[in-house]
């Protein structure tokens, strides 16, 4: 027996070597992946942080741009900070704020950041007005614009425009309507009426009544485009057309007194918001047909847009309704709710008495401004302003002819990374 025990030592000294080394190489195989794990990321915790801070870099040369040029239009451009490309976004201005974002990709690691830049009145440094397309402005007796206008088209009518005018482009002409500062236009004829200067286009007539001086000059009034672009539309459109909003959804906002929260998410058919119902939009929503609203309805921005503005866009028709409430997210600075139609229609919006606290826009159609309501803000192709409606915005196209009226500074509003 002593023997066999003797004989069986050397065994037992292998299998529990081969046990430690089984062991130990356990342990080594775990230390290895752990600290290869960690050294990954650390390098993922460093390219972020590389790519974070090109994102932010974008967003400081955009907001230096602008200081420089406010009237600057929509821009995209890359940046390169040490060897990253932030890809930088400056939009045209919509509801007096330009949700600006850069996005950097470090080797797979992406940052994005927004930042909402919004009108100040504080500090004023430029001065802004309504800006209205080809299809041109129309007012009727009583209407009033609180501020400038700038005009691809023709101004009629018999309304008033509380500061400076001016209609781009050879031909066009200023008839009929009181402008109570100065004006600039290719002919301004008999019934208007300038209380301040007046400058025409050689060739053109100046037959309305001008109370300051009256100047010539050879230049054609440069044309403004509309600010938001088409991409920037088929942007939102796209967008929104990842997901179909719930038929649930739909239906239920057809009924009174509801509450639904809807969105980023398209609309095949008509939207109708029934009478008494509140509908919280929490991502773009884009109708293929009409949008109705009854009376005492509500459509707001869920409080996740912060200070960021929000769109619902149609290629149908809008009726805003009566005594209606729409606004941005609530209690937040800069926020909005962009109601935009690409309808070429004659009404391609029609805003009723009560109606307030949105940007109304049309890209191709007309917007009409019914008895009674007064607009913070209205953008298009074609606007008609009925009897006793105003327009008192807070936001518009930048132009250096503009000496008057409504001014503004800028100011970040909302910095924020998504």
Known sequence: MIKFIDNQ?????????????????????????????????????ILSSQA??????GIEDALLRLKKTPQLSSSNFNLN?????????IPAV????????????????????????????????????????????????NSEIMGNVFSDGNISGSGTIDNDAIVSGNGNSISGVNVKGNAMVYSCLSGATI??????????????TVAGTTTAQDGEIALAPLPIPQSQI???????????????????????????????????????????????????????????????????????????????????????????????SPGQEGSYLLILSTNSSEIAISIKNGSNGAVFYTSNGGIVI????????????KIKI????SIEYSAGIVNIYFLSGPGSGWKATGWQEY
């Open 195 to 208: 209380d301040g200067n007046l400058v025409y286009v050689t060739g053109g007539l100046h037959t309305c």
């Open 234 to 328: 088929d942007l939102w459109k796209s967008s929104a057309s990842v997901t179909s909003c719930s038929s649930v959804d739909v239906n239920k906002l057809k009924g009174n007194n509801q509450y639904v929260s809807m969105g980023p998410c398209k609309v095949n058919g008509n939207l109708v918001v029934g009478n008494g119902t509140e509908l919280t939009i929490t991502g773009t929503i884009y109708v293929t047909g009409n949008i109705t609203f009854d009376q005492h309805t509500t459509a707001k921005l869920s409080s996740s847009y912060g200070t960021l503005g929000g769109v619902l866009i149609t290629d149908g028709l809008v009726d805003t309704g009566t005594k209606n409430i729409f606004s941005g």
């Open 94 to 141: 919509v509801g007096g704020s330009r949700n600006i974002t850069s996005q950097a990709n470090n080797v797979g690691m992406v940052r994005k950041l927004q930042v909402a830049y919004r009108m100040d009145g504080v500090s004023t440094q430029f001065y802004y007005g309504i800006q209205v397309g080809a299809g041109g402005l129309s007012m009727d007796g």
């Open 9 to 45: 030592k050397g065994y037992i000294v292998s299998i529990v070597t081969i046990f430690v080394l089984i062991i130990m190489l356990s342990v080594a195989v775990s230390m290895s992946f752990l600290i290869t794990n960690r050294q990954k990321n650390t390098t993922s915790t």
């Open 386 to 389: 009925e009897n006793n409606a």
């Open 370 to 381: 019914k008895n009674g309501v007064s607009v913070v803000e209205a953008t298009g192709y």
């Open 81 to 89: 900070v040490n060897n990253v490309t932030a890809v930088v976004d």
């Open 52 to 57: 974070y801070y090109a994102s932010e870099s």
